[in-house]
T-cell receptor, first 118, second 114 residues
Framework: EAGVAQSPRYKIIEKRQSVAFWCNPI?????LYWYQQILGQGPKLLIQ????????DSQLPKDRFSAERLKGVDSTLKIQPAKLEDSAVYLC????????????????FGPGTRLTVL | GENVEQHPSTLSVQEGDSAVIKCTYS??????FPWYKQELGKRPQLIID?????GEKKDQRIAVTLNKTAKHFSLHITETQPEDSAVYFC?????????????FGKGTKLSVKP
């Protein structure tokens, strides 16, 4: 089966500019996650969608970050305006259903978008 | 909220030796513990996972053990090979709601020397 797709793979912008990332999850996967992975650290969850609804966005810096999943399939993550500390790899992942009692489903990760903010 | 500590941050072994990576977690409600392998510039990939109702799980050269009382779990790789060189991440999660989110450790860079 096709994996999680992300684009672009690399992006270089100057601080205060805007940037958007796109993710297409595995077909049929209801749950979609956006993670931020800073160099040398583990992935940190930014937002989780169940179909087109937000389940958890408690770690999303809402003053500059936004995300949507309008039709419950593709998703976009936007940063406006970008800061130097936003330089990281942004990973999208999907799973069949949200982790729930007795229904643990593997999260499949996309290749990520490496963002460099100058 | 959950906090996951991972040790060591780097590990170097000779080919054929065993490697052990340890993680501790803080939330006693966590009950799902996956391990991911991430090669340089590539996506994290699940290599093994364990649920709280199991104490140990094996898959060929890889095994994971879980001690819920002590709130720690470990990854064991036997007969290491150069292709095992990568960064390994442990994670913890609970069931349901936002507890279903994975909280990752900071990673262990494993180097296997031929």
């Amino acid at each position: 089966e096709a994996g999680v797709a992300q684009s672009p793979r690399y992006k270089i912008i100057e601080k205060r500019q805007s940037v958007a990332f796109w993710c297409n999850p595995i077909s049929g996967h209801a749950t979609l996650y956006w993670y931020q992975q800073i160099l040398g650290q583990g992935p940190k969850l930014l937002i989780q969608f169940q179909n087109n609804g937000v389940v958890d966005d408690s770690q999303l810096p809402k003053d500059r970050f936004s995300a949507e999943r309008l039709k419950g399939v593709d998703s976009t993550l936007k940063i406006q305006p970008a800061k130097l500390e936003d330089s990281a790899v942004y990973l999208c992942a999907s799973s069949l259903v949200r982790l729930a009692h007795n229904k643990i489903n593997e999260q499949f990760f996309g290749p990520g978008t490496r963002l460099t903010v100058l | 909220g959950e906090n996951v500590e991972q040790h060591p941050s780097t590990l170097s072994v000779q080919e054929g030796d065993s490697a052990v990576i340890k993680c501790t977690y803080s939330d006693s409600a966590s009950n799902y513990f996956p391990w991911y392998k991430q090669e340089l510039g590539k996506r994290p990939q699940l290599i093994i996972d364990i649920r709280s109702n199991v104490g140990e799980k094996k898959d060929q050269r890889i095994a994971v053990t879980l001690n819920k009382t002590a709130k720690h779990f470990s990854l064991h790789i036997t007969e290491t090979q150069p292709e095992d060189s990568a960064v390994y991440f442990c994670a913890a999660s609970g069931y349901g709601g936002s507890q279903g989110n994975l909280i990752f450790g900071k990673g262990t860079k494993l180097s296997v020397k031929p």
